[in-house]
C-alpha cells in the first residue's frame, strides 16, 4: 500500500519543496496536500505531477487558523484514507513583523553576534490578533489549529503495529523566554512567533510521552533562514539581495542560513527516512548549510522541561475542552 504524507502549508517556501524532495524520494507516495487556498494547492498538485506522474497527488481545504476548517478538514480525511504514515505540520505565520534596528546594531558589535543572525533572537516583534474562534492568531494558525487536527486524526495516527510520524516545522527563534505558561497564547508580549515555536517543542514533547505507546511519534525541526515569503515579509527581496554578500560571508561561521526551501527541507528529508522510535524527542533536527553550500542536518537539545511540556498539553487540551462547549452552544442556538 501507498505510504500517505500529509502535509501543512504545500502551497509555497519549505512545503513545497517537501512535497518535490519526497517525491524525488520515493514517487509511490501519496501526498495530501493541506492548503487554505485552492487554487494555489491545484497548481503545485499539477505541476508535482507532472514531473512525478507516479505519485498520487490529493488535496484537502484547511484554514488552520479556523477550527470550522480544520473539522470540516479532518472529517474528510477520515473519509479518504484508513491511517496517514507522516503528517508534517508545517503551515506558520511571522505578521507584521518589525525588525528591531536598535537590537541589530547592538548586536553587530557584541560577541553574539553569530547567534543573533542564526536565531534572530530580540530582533523581530510581530503585531498579532484574534482570529473569528477568539484566539490569538499566531497560536491558533502555528500551533492550536494543528493540535486540533491531529487530535481529530488520532484513528489515522495510533496504530501500534506500525508507527506514524509527525514532524513539527519550529525554528531556531523558539525560544523560552518568550513563552509563558500563564499565557500560552502570548497575548501579552510582542513575540508570538517566538513563543509560538517554542510551544511546539512543548507539545511535541508532550505528544511522545503521550502516545508513544500508541505507535505515534513526533520530532521538531528548523529548517533554517530561507528566503521564502516569510522572510519577504521581514524585509522586501531586494533587500535580501543587497545584504546577501554578507550572508554569504557568515555561511561559513554559522550554519543557518540555509537560504533555499530546497536546502531548508533537509531535516524534514532525513526524519522521513529515520525509525521514529530510535530519534531522541527532546532534541530539535536542524537543517544547515557549509559556506560552500553543501547541507547537512544536526541537532541540538532543547531547553525545555518534560514537566512544563505535560503542563501546557493539559492546558491545550482544557482549551479545548473549551472551545468545543463553545461551539456546541453556537451550533445549538442557530
Ligand atoms: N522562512 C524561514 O526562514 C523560516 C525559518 C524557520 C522556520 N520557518 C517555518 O517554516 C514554515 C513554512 O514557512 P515558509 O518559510 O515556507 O513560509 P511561506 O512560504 O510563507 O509558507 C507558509 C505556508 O503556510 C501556509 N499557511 C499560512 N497560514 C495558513 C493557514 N491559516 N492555514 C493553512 N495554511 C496556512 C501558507 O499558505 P498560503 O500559500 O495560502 O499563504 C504557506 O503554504 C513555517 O512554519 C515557518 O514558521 C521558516
Known amino acids: 500500500m501507498r505510504k500517505v504524507v500529509l502535509i501543512t502549508g504545500a502551497s509555497s517556501g519549505v512545503g513545497l519543496a517537501l512535497c518535490r524532495r519526497l517525491l ?7 501526498l495530501c496536500l493541506a492548503c487554505r487556498n485552492m487554487s494555489k494547492a491545484e497548481a503545485v498538485r499539477t ?22 476548517s480544520v473539522f470540516q478538514a479532518t472529517k474528510e480525511l477520515k473519509q479518504r484514507f484508513q491511517r496517514l504514515d507522516y503528517v508534517y505540520l508545517n503551515a506558520g505565520i511571522m505578521p507584521n513583523p518589525q525588525l528591531n534596528i536598535k537590537a541589530l546594531f547592538r548586536g553587530l558589535f557584541s560577541r553574539n553576534v553569530i547567534h543573533m543572525f542564526s536565531t534572530a533572537e530580540g530582533l523581530l516583534t510581530q503585531n498579532d490578533k484574534l482570529t473569528p474562534d477568539g484566539l490569538q492568531e499566531v497560536f491558533e494558525t502555528n ?21 506514524s510520524q ?64 516569510l522572510t519577504y515579509g521581514i524585509l522586501p527581496p531586494f533587500v535580501w539581495m543587497l545584504i546577501m554578500p554578507i550572508i554569504w560571508l557568515l555561511r561559513f561561521f554559522a550554519n543557518a542560513f540555509t537560504l533555499t526551501p530546497h536546502n531548508g527541507t533537509e531535516a524534514l528529508v532525513w526524519l ?33 522541561d518534560e514537566d512544563t511540556a505535560e503542563k501546557f498539553y493539559q492546558k491545550l487540551l482544557k482549551l479545548e475542552k473549551q472551545i468545543r462547549v463553545t461551539i456546541q452552544k453556537t451550533n445549538n442556538q442557530n
Request: proline share 4%.
Open 24 to 30: 524525488e524520494e520515493d514517487d509511490a507516495l501519496h
Open 47 to 68: 505541476s508535482l505531477l507532472a514531473s512525478h506522474p507516479a505519485a498520487e497527488v490529493s488535496i484537502v481545504q484547511v484554514d488552520v487558523s479556523s477550527l470550522l
Open 143 to 163: 500551533v492550536f489549529g494543528h493540535f486540533i487536527l491531529i487530535q481529530e486524526l488520532e484513528s489515522l495516527l495510533c496504530h501500534s503495529e506500525s508507527p
Open 166 to 229: 509527525l514532524i513539527w516545522t519550529s525554528s531556531r527563534n523558539a525560544k523560552k523566554s518568550n513563552f509563558s505558561l500563564e499565557d500560552v497564547q502570548h497575548s501579552k508580549g510582542q513575540e508570538p512567533y517566538s513563543s509560538s515555536k517554542y510551544a511546539i517543542d512543548l507539545l511535541s514533547v508532550a505528544l511522545n510521552r503521550n502516545f508513544n505507546q500508541q505507535g505515534l511519534y513526533s520530532s521538531v525541526v528548523c529548517p533554517g533562514t530561507m528566503l521564502t515569503s
Open 272 to 304: 522521513f527516512h529515520q525509525k521514529p522510535e530510535s530519534l531522541n524527542p527532546l532534541v530539535k533536527y536542524l537543517s544547515a548549510t557549509t559556506g560552500f553550500g553543501s547541507n547537512y542536518v544536526t541537532s541540538k537539545k532543547m531547553d525545555l
